[in-house]
């Protein structure tokens, strides 16, 4: 996930969104993150403005017709409503190239900290504000296929499961704006574990300020769906429990964390499996794990709810899965496809 927090969530685990309530809850997705990509990565640090933006939207382009015609995806899930050249500033909007591809998005807003080099807290805000403006134009521009808007990803609390207040009034402030401007519906992707704590089914035992357990900001008064970012192997958790995989126990779960959400609809914004370990606090994991992973989520019977699966591309290459940190990280090692686009291994899906 992008820029993920290793806060250890509750094991065989995952989350639903009802069929019912909302149009869209139709098929699976997929998590799409440019930034695997070589070409793009060039592209954007260029500073000749018109070649960096026009190298960033061909790599897009590219990504999104592979997503479309051989992955076989008609929905991506994205972190940013424009991604854009560093040196000049110049952006390319997502939105309107995944309308072009022939693909359904559900939009990302990014929430910028100091961390991601914004000076402070002001500056930080004037760049998610032009996400934020980004995201409304596109739900807005006509023929667009914008299905919904997720503003920020686990950054309501803190790897270790402090509160970041600053962001989480922020994401409340910023979804209510959007809310005002659009007719999709608008949500945050947080962490299971931070949506619902205390000794309900479904909750973190452990933790004691889950946001069903505070609030906070009222976030739950804001929102009608929540988006849940649900990953078993994060929680120590093999893939198959009495020889089923994990990915077969969503159904039973979002029931309950609908419950402890107040009847709150829930979307699975990411969910997958790596393909190699990040030992010792996870369990030992393999290209076998990953592909019973996604078979089992892909073939399940009578789905009601959507998912977006975490993610298209390996972040980094396999020969350096287990290497320790950064290059071993298991995070880079949930894509469907190598970091480079070709086929990971045909039994898991096509590449190229």
Known sequence: MF???HLVQIACTAALISASSYSYAAQNGINYDPAHSKAYNVAQHDYNGPNGVRGMTDAINNDLMQIKNTLKFNTIKTYFSKYC????GQCVPIAQLATAAGLQ?????????PRDGCHDNSDCIAWTKSQ???????ENAPGNTVI???VGNEDMYDSSGKEKVDLQQRIVVDIAAIKDAVSVPVTTAQRQGDWCGGTANGCDPARKNSINQTNPFNILGTIDVIGANIFPYWGGSPEKVNGVSVASATKTTVMDLKIALRGKG????????PSCSNPPAQHPTTIDDEIDYFHTWSTQANQDFDSYYFQAYDLAEQIACGRGEPSG???KHFGLCAVSGVTKDSRLIGCK
């Not at 050249?85 to 000049?88: G, L, R, V």
């Not at 998005?105 to 900290?113: A, D, K, Q, R, S």
């Not at 934020?132 to 596109?138: C, E, L, P, R, Y």
């Open 3 to 5: 820029n993920m927090k």
């Open 85 to 88: 050249n560093i040196p000049t």
């Open 105 to 113: 998005v559900l939009l990302g807003v990014y929430e910028f900290e």
């Open 132 to 138: 934020v403006d980004q995201a409304i134009t596109s």
């Open 148 to 150: 919904g808007i997720v």
């Open 266 to 273: 829930v979307i699975v914004t990411e969910e997958g499996w």
């Open 329 to 331: 990280d298991a995070d």
